[in-house]
């Protein structure tokens, strides 16, 4: 989140990373997306409207967060390029080389730098970019627009208010939960409780000030004796090493905890082994990159929100930007942001993984007891009292074409009405692992979380020169103590990394381990979306839907088609259903052409609804580290996504929609109600057939799975049937990174299943130990 109140102190930032030079070419590209427009010749009365179409980029403060993005906060390994960029552009002979002969003026001396070319040719200039033969460009055009239009529908004042939220319809956080948030001063009262109070803490918990699992974390910004002390009442040990102990040599720890199981990371994955190793009685300890937020620490912000909670602050792509990912970097991990969305491992995919990867345990009593379980302990059902917005237009356009579409199964109840759960859940009702297996790890008593503690290294001796195994003995993790980076050491009997897909293989290499397949057979579930517009008035009588309904309100998906593309596929191999999109990322994804039209278009926002198509990729890719992941879109998965994004067309199209289109930078949008039945048909073949890659329109992934996939053979597979690995004993993978294809579905059960199963795996091993 960006505060435009802290103007001056993000100018002063900005005023550090780059030069007067590059700060004047980012100005001026920020401006050229959103331009200060002339409301005089506009047909608009409402206030509102009119300061946001006066308001330009850099009036509203936004190029000073993008250069703090630029050059401190994204890792990304072709970012210097914005860098390189601006400073051409600070030039005239750099402008003329990335801008053309648009760049030129009319008089002497006919060079410009960027920031001296009229608005009208430096919009030419960005679309020429977007739709350029050089790939390069088209980069370019495609971060700068995603860090402008994210940062400035996203960034708030000193009262949480931005200053376009208004005129396109946005209410910004749930204004229930504003009238929920308790007296701060109550909650520094209750945070600064020692931990001897406990029963004034469970009674504050009551009080639904904080998550059920508030006493099991363990912040290590705290004096030392605070946490130790909080550590070894927990049944922690805790000691200073020796500086000779060869285990820690290359780290010199500042203190060793011993525990029976480390688990890193707290997700879907990381949560539930945590939860069941605790509850069998060993102690357990989480470490979780991400911060922890309780409910009334939420804000619900979208820019806040992404910042803290998501990895790499929610702007995380591919080397070429080709796909967007989003990823879940807080205590819970993804099942904290994500839609709720609960399927069951699909028959065919469990068959598939059974029969054609030989893994048995998918047609096991074990792993549906674990479906079971699972399922059960989230509460996971599929009725809803009233429908989203964006849910109801995809149910009605199906029925109209006579389309199959069922409901969704959620971890939330039926009353569950809410569109900001990718922003973190404000009651609860939502019940990712920090409402459920974390709680569980809590509730036991053996168990604690340590949040903002990221692993470097798991630690291995050699077992024995016959085998070549070596056996995992701990955890060194890094973190900050009153503003200094210090490192831990966690010394385990088992060690379990649950980190996801794109965070897991970095920690393994890191850690020494050789599989080849580390990294390799990453699957995204490619998203591509299409849009519709439904005013919320009409020359008719009749709205729909109802004048008061919002695109962001709502279970954000409650509605799903399937789609089977291809005759001989045993299952279907794309999903048709809902996102939730608030103005950041509405902004970031939605076609630009020039600044008006996109500011025009942004009116909309409320009432313009997004339906996507996913498909089961058989294209695949690799993740060094989660700034270093390539991906390559299969011609297959590419035909698939746009026999979906047909269907999306048509959907949004019987449902009402006025006006409909896609994200492709070359895209057209269709008047439906204006046009002939052939016209119609022409521009739905058209529109869905256009190419996908090298940027021309946005590609999305919210799911990524497979880096380290299961298999039954080192050769072919990071980890075996257990879900460990091949080259360290007691070193077991619990994530999406361990499926072995790409599921077709949303995987948050399929995760939290097999990692059921592996934990039952784990326990089998701590059996052995407790018995030597």
């Known amino acids: ?343 069951q491992t699909p028959a065919h995919i469990m068959k598939e993984w059974s029969e054609n990867y030989s893994i048995k345990l998918f047609e096991s009593k074990l792993y549906q007891e674990a479906l079971d379980v699972v399922c059960q302990k989230m509460g996971v059902q599929s009725e809803f009292g009233e429908e989203g917005f964006n849910s109801m237009i995809l149910r009605k356009g199906c029925h109209k074409l006579g389309l199959p579409v069922e409901n969704v199964p959620r971890n939330s109840p039926s009353d569950h009405y809410c569109g900001w759960c990718c922003l973190g859940c404000k009651d609860g009702k939502k019940k990712g692992t920090t409402e459920t297996w974390l709680k569980d790890l809590v509730d036991s008593g053996n168990g604690a979380i340590l949040p903002e503690c990221e692993a470097i290294q798991v630690i291995h001796k050699r077992k024995d020169k016959i085998t070549g195994r070596s056996s995992a003995v701990g955890v060194a993790f890094e973190f900050q103590h009153q503003g200094v980076k210090e490192i831990g050491f966690v010394e385990s009997e088992v060690t379990v990394i649950a980190c996801g897909a794109l965070c897991t293989p970095a920690l393994l290499k890191r850690s020494g381990l050789k599989n080849p397949n580390i990294g390799k057979n990453l699957h995204v579930h490619p998203v591509i979306m299409g849009w519709g517009y439904f005013p919320d008035t009409t020359s ?117 929609a006025e006006e409909i289109g896609t994200h492709h930078c070359h895209g057209r949008t269709l008047k439906v109600k204006e046009v002939s039945h052939e016209e119609f048909e022409k521009f739905v073949k058209e529109e869905s057939s256009r190419p996908m890659k090298n940027l021309s329109t946005p590609i999305c992934s919210a799911h990524q799975m497979g880096s380290c996939r299961m298999g039954v053979d080192s050769r072919s597979s990071a980890v075996d049937t257990k879900a460990e690995t091949w080259e360290v004993e007691g070193l077991f993978v619990a994530d999406s990174s361990v499926f072995p294809t790409a599921l077709g579905v949303n995987p948050m059960v399929t995760i939290q299943a097999i990692s059921y199963c592996t934990a039952q795996s784990v326990l089998e091993v701590l059996e052995r130990k407790k018995c030597i």
């Not at 956080?173 to 406990?198: A, C, G, M, T």
């Open 540 to 656: 008719s009588d009749v709205i729909w839907p109802e004048a008061d309904k919002k695109s962001y309100e709502g279970g954000i998906m409650t509605a799903m088609s399937k789609l089977t593309v291809s005759p001989e596929d045993s299952g279907f191999n794309t999903v048709i259903q809902t996102p939730a999109l608030h103005p950041g990322m509405f902004a970031a994804l939605f076609p630009w052409s020039s600044g008006l039209e996109f500011k025009t278009k942004m009116r909309n926002f409320s009432r313009t609804t997004h339906i996507f198509a996913l498909a089961r990729d058989k294209g695949s890719g690799i993740v060094t580290s989660p700034s270093s992941i390539s991906y390559k879109l299969d011609n297959a998965d590419e035909e698939n996504l746009k026999k979906g994004l047909e269907r999306v067309l048509r959907i949004l199209a019987a449902a009402g």
């Open 1 to 343: 989140m960006v505060k435009i109140g802290s103007f001056e102190e993000g100018k002063n930032v900005g005023s550090r990373s780059f030069s007067a030079g590059q700060m004047e070419a980012l100005i001026a590209l920020c401006d050229t997306l959103l331009p200060s427009i002339d409301v005089s010749q506009l047909p608009v009365d409402d206030i509102s409207a009119v300061k946001f179409y006066q308001t330009s980029a850099s009036m509203a403060g936004t190029p000073n967060p993008v250069s703090v993005l630029l050059k401190e906060k994204l890792q990304h390994p072709k970012i210097y390029l914005s860098r390189l960029a601006l400073w051409a552009l600070s030039t005239w002979i750099g402008t003329f080389i990335v801008c053309g002969r648009l760049s030129l003026s009319s008089h002497f001396p006919y060079f410009q730098k960027f920031s001296q070319i009229s608005l009208q040719k430096r919009e030419q200039i960005l679309l020429s970019w977007s739709r350029s033969y050089i790939s390069l460009l088209r980069l370019l055009f495609a971060a700068a627009k995603l860090f402008t239009l994210l940062t400035f529908f996203t960034q708030v004042n000193e009262k949480e208010e931005n200053i376009s939220w208004k005129a396109i319809g946005y209410c910004g956080p749930d204004p229930n939960f504003k009238k929920q948030k308790p007296n701060p001063k109550r909650v520094e009262k209750i945070e600064n409780k020692s931990s001897s109070e406990n029963q004034e803490h469970e009674d504050s918990s009551k009080d639904g000030l904080f998550e059920p699992i508030y006493r099991g974390i363990i912040k290590l910004n705290q004096p030392k004796k605070i946490i130790f002390d909080k550590l070894e009442k927990l049944g922690f040990p805790v000691s200073i090493p020796h500086s000779k102990n060869p285990k820690m040599k290359s780290f010199n720890p500042s203190f060793v905890i011993k525990c029976d199981a480390v688990v890193v990371g707290s997700g879907s994955g990381g949560g539930v082994v945590a939860g069941v190793l605790a509850n069998a009685g060993y102690k357990v300890l989480v470490l979780e990159k991400g911060s922890y937020f309780s409910r009334k620490d939420l804000t619900l912000l979208e820019g806040q929100a992404m910042d803290q909670m998501y990895l790499g602050h929610g702007i995380l792509a591919t080397e070429n930007m080709d796909v967007l990912m989003l990823a879940g970097s807080t205590v819970g991990g993804g099942s904290t942001i994500n839609w709720s969305a609960s399927f």
